[in-house]
């Protein structure tokens, strides 16, 4: 098969190992995709010797390390999500590598080395276990995809991490991150558009640059782990500090970002308020603040918000009355539980608060529903006054009746009390 270009077996029911000698000859294959298979074994040992610069092996069985055999591969474009790899990455790991996938595997070490690809679009190394600081060099000026949590990442989050200046989703959640947030985010994208050296106001109509279809990230937004691809992942942006020990206030420079569609803050310990500059946020859609010790009140200026569809701000220490407007008034006890001295409005969809013990109210000021009740008692006591009146006055004029009456009442004590009235005179 030393014609053959590409060779596609995704999505089958393919299990053990891919032998060696299967793809002897394969001279010009150039994309391998083998995703979400059964398959096993050591797979980069059997395909060193092809020159392939797309491979895919996505949700398969695949175990082993990459060592520097594996260094001859000329890749530029990599997955290995969701496998059995571990250990380190070798420093000579082979470049150009625009898209890299490790997501879901077992790898170890820094990632000084995979840093260092200038050209690199997109890079996942979520759910492993890297460890250390970053570093993020000057030269990542195309990076638009930075995917790091669910490792052992610790120290500061640098500021050099504001010069990933095309970035679209960028998620350091779930790792050790200690110090405060870095107040120069504002010079990044998150789907701004970039004309030289300055960010005009509005909505990126046109990706960058395009990516593969088959091209995955996810991140947690909306309060779902979601995946966006292909299209979707063109014009989808985030940012997810969540799960870490960051501490200090929430920087305002942050209401630059005007095309940022999800914002993720939670579990950490920030303190101060929340910027009402958070106003500038237009396009957001999801905000989760929760889990912090943020105080003050919640601007009433975050009303104008009217793309938000998730907005989470529980177990804080804020006070006063929520918003109230707008989208808020779809937000309920979930968005503001564990707020002691917060309260907001009981039309909120699944609000559980409880309302206030009613108090009396003067008689001048008294409620429908207690003129109603008064009215029934008058109106009873009225009626049963009128029976006893009229009975009275036909007992008085008609003598006939008279004799019935108190003939009866006299049957009547004698059947209920008469054994009574015997003992009495006996």
Not at 66 to 85: A, G, P, V
Not at 88 to 95: E, M, R
Request: aromatic share 14%; hydrophobic share 35%.
């Amino acid at each position: 098969m030393s014609n053959l270009g590409y060779l596609f077996l995704r999505d089958n029911e393919l299990s053990g190992n891919v032998p060696e000698q299967f793809l002897n000859g394969c001279t010009s294959l150039n994309i391998l995709m083998m995703d979400n298979n059964h398959l096993s074994g050591t797979l980069l040992s059997g395909i060193g010797k092809l020159s392939l610069r797309i491979l895919t092996a996505a949700r398969n069985n695949f175990e082993g390390a990459m060592t520097k055999e594996n260094c001859q591969f000329s890749f530029e474009i990599l997955d290995l999500r969701h496998n059995k790899f571990s250990g380190p990455i070798p420093s000579c790991f082979p470049i150009p590598l625009y898209y890299l996938f490790l997501q879901g595997n077992s790898f170890t070490g820094t990632t000084e080395t995979l840093l260092n690809f200038s050209g690199m679009s997109a890079m996942d190394l979520s759910d492993n276990k890297f460890s250390g600081t970053i570093q993020i060099p000057y030269r990542l000026y195309n990076m638009r995809y930075l995917l790091l949590a669910g490792n052992q990442f610790h120290g500061q989050i640098p500021s050099q991490i504001c010069e990933l200046q095309t970035i679209d989703i960028l998620d350091l959640s779930r790792n050790n991150f200690t110090g405060s947030i870095p107040p120069c985010l504002n010079n990044m994208s998150f789907g701004k558009t970039y004309f030289s050296s300055q960010y005009s106001q509005g909505y990126r109509l046109t990706p960058y640059s395009a990516i593969p279809d088959f091209t995955e990230v996810q991140l947690v937004t909306k309060g779902f782990s979601l995946s966006y691809k292909g299209a979707t992942l063109e014009y989808m942006s985030g940012l997810d500090f969540s799960s870490n020990q960051l501490t200090g206030e929430i920087p305002h420079q942050i209401e630059d970002l005007f095309a940022l569609h999800a914002l993720n803050l939670s579990h950490n310990n920030l303190n101060g308020p929340i910027p009402q500059s958070f106003q500038k946020l237009e396009s957001i859609e999801s905000l989760d603040l929760s889990n912090n010790n943020l105080s003050g009140q919640i601007p009433v200026q975050l009303e104008d918000l009217h793309s938000l569809s998730v907005f989470n701000v529980s177990y804080n220490n804020l006070s006063g009355r929520a918003p109230e407007k707008g989208q808020f008034g779809t937000f309920g006890e979930s968005s503001y539980k564990g707020n002691p001295y917060l309260t907001w409005s009981i039309s909120n969809r699944g609000n559980a608060t409880l309302s206030p013990i009613p108090t009396p109210l003067n008689d001048g000021n008294k409620n429908d529903s207690a003129i109603d009740f008064t009215s029934f008692y008058w109106s009873f006591a009225a009626s049963f006054g009128t029976v006893l009146i009229m009975l009275a006055t036909i007992l008085w004029i008609n003598p006939y009746w008279r004799r019935a009456w108190f003939y009866f009442i006299q049957v009547c004590l004698h059947k209920c009390f008469g054994q009574f009235i015997d003992n009495a005179f006996y």
